[in-house]
């Protein structure tokens, strides 16, 4: 069985995505993109998550913990500990 990983909601034009993913990629820490414009599924759970809100991104951790929108400081510290 696969080990869960972090799951990136975004959008192809959001550089804070973009960003994101760099952090992740730099730290050779794997996780699933979902493009939001092309999952309809995904955009209606990132909007339930995000009080309503296609805030992106949305990344949901293994343990259920959500980060939305974090600086690159936020993400290092949720990756960190």
Do not use: H
């Not at 990983?5 to 975004?10: A, D, E, K, L």
């Amino acid at each position: 069985m696969s080990e869960p990983t972090i799951v990136v909601y975004g959008t192809s034009w959001c550089p804070d995505c973009r960003r994101a993913q760099r952090v992740l990629d730099q730290r050779g820490i794997a996780y699933t993109y979902i493009n939001i414009e092309e999952d309809e599924r995904a955009a209606d759970y990132v909007v339930q998550v995000n009080n309503g809100y296609r805030s992106v991104p949305t990344i949901v951790f293994p343990d259920g913990t959500i980060l939305v929108e974090p600086s690159n400081a936020e993400l290092q510290r949720k990756l960190v500990g």
